[in-house]
């Protein structure tokens, strides 16, 4: 199974701070890597796929790279609803493999 | 709008059975597979499998081949997990997401709380 590591398990952050989040793949996933938002009690919404592309509806604030195996999610000026915990997916093969989770918080 | 909405709270005992149900609006059912991702209380998210929705073959995580059955009724637009033998690691919140082919889950199912105690 590929594994999907999210090294950072919280991260705290002042508004309009720069943010970024980090995900580690163990193995070459091409551009098969998806970003998803969780707020408390709510589903997963999803943010960022095939590694830069933004959703629909989300804002440019939220934009996601790669380099190699090293994926990235940044948030270029974080806002109050921003917080809530960050996933990477990976889908290239099965199973299909969540990072563990980036739970962001304001300082 | 595009909604998948899913069954009630359940609280079981050890040993026994349940089914959640996911019901699509707002689009062509068997246009997306249904996948099934499971959140253990205060934990991540873990992928279960999917179900294509067109001809109704299942595909499972290893994790949960045996007491995890993926079925459809496409006539109401709906997907259903069961889960048999429940156990007390069972207890979590089990989310339906759509996926088109090549893509990633676009769309989710607001979740159905399981929780498995005697």
């Known amino acids: 199974d590929i594994q999907m590591t999210q090294s950072l398990a919280s991260l705290s952050a002042s508004l309009e701070e720069i943010v970024t989040i980090t995900c580690q793949a163990s193995?070459?996933?091409?551009?098969?890597l998806a970003w998803y938002q969780q707020k408390p009690g709510k589903s997963p919404q999803l943010l960022i796929h095939s590694a830069t592309s933004l959703a629909d509806g989300i804002p440019s604030r939220f934009s996601g790279s790669r380099s190699g195996t090293q994926y990235s999610l940044k948030i270029s000026r974080l806002q109050v609803e921003d917080t809530g915990i960050y996933y990477c997916l990976q889908r290239y093969s099965n199973p299909w493999t969540f990072g563990g989770g980036t739970k962001l918080e304001l300082k | 709008q595009i909604q998948l909405v899913q069954s009630g709270p359940e609280l079981k005992k050890p040993g026994e059975s349940v089914k959640i149900s996911c019901k699509a609006s707002g689009y062509t059912f068997t246009d997306y597979a249904m996948h099934w991702v499971k959140q253990a209380p205060g934990k991540g998210l873990k992928w279960m499998g999917w179900i294509n929705t067109y001809t109704g073959k299942p595909t499972y995580a290893d994790d949960f081949k045996g007491r995890f059955v993926f079925s459809l009724e496409a006539s109401a637009s709906t997907a259903n997990l069961q889960i048999s033998n429940l156990k007390n690691e069972d207890t979590a919140t089990y989310f339906c997401?759509?996926?088109?082919?090549?893509?990633?889950?676009?769309?989710w199912g607001q979740g159905a709380s399981v929780t498995v105690s005697s």
């Open positions: 997401a759509r996926v088109i082919p090549g893509y990633v889950m676009d769309a």
């Open positions: 193995q070459d996933i091409g551009n098969w």
